[in-house]
């Protein structure tokens, strides 16, 4: 069984930086990948980061590259989401997720994603 909890979230102003976590429960051993989405009022849900457990590879999307970095602490089975410089257009929730089986490639699409957490608000203040 697969348990996602985020945290980390809030308010912040354009420019600064916020670290969220993901703290995950399960056979994470034989997880395949974790990403981080969001999801912005009326807009639909993007990916943002995503690291692949089998090769330790990260992917980050072009709209965030060179400001936000993903990373994970195998002992804490957590993963990160670093995210300096923000803007006020990185306002959304952002949410974690796990792919649990082999994909055909070390990058995961988004609806390929099998479990999705709750979620944290993070708002970029201009």
């Known amino acids: 069984q697969v348990h996602l909890v985020e945290s980390g979230g809030g308010l912040v102003q354009a420019g600064g930086s916020l670290r969220l976590a993901c703290a995950a429960s399960g056979r994470t051993d034989s997880w395949y990948s974790m990403a981080w989405g969001r999801q912005a009022p009326g807009k639909e849900r993007e990916l943002v980061a995503q690291i692949s457990f089998t090769t330790g590879n990260t992917y980050v999307e072009d709209s965030v590259k060179g400001r936000f970095t993903i990373s994970r602490d195998n002992a804490k089975n957590t993963v990160y989401l670093q995210m300096n410089s923000l803007k006020p257009e990185d306002t959304a929730v952002y949410s974690c997720?796990?792919?649990?089986?082999?994909?055909?490639?070390?990058?995961?699409?988004?609806?390929?994603?099998?479990?999705w957490g709750q979620g944290t608000q993070v708002t970029v203040s201009s």
């Open positions: 997720a796990v792919r649990l089986s082999e994909y055909y490639s070390d990058y995961v699409s988004l609806w390929k994603y099998d479990s």
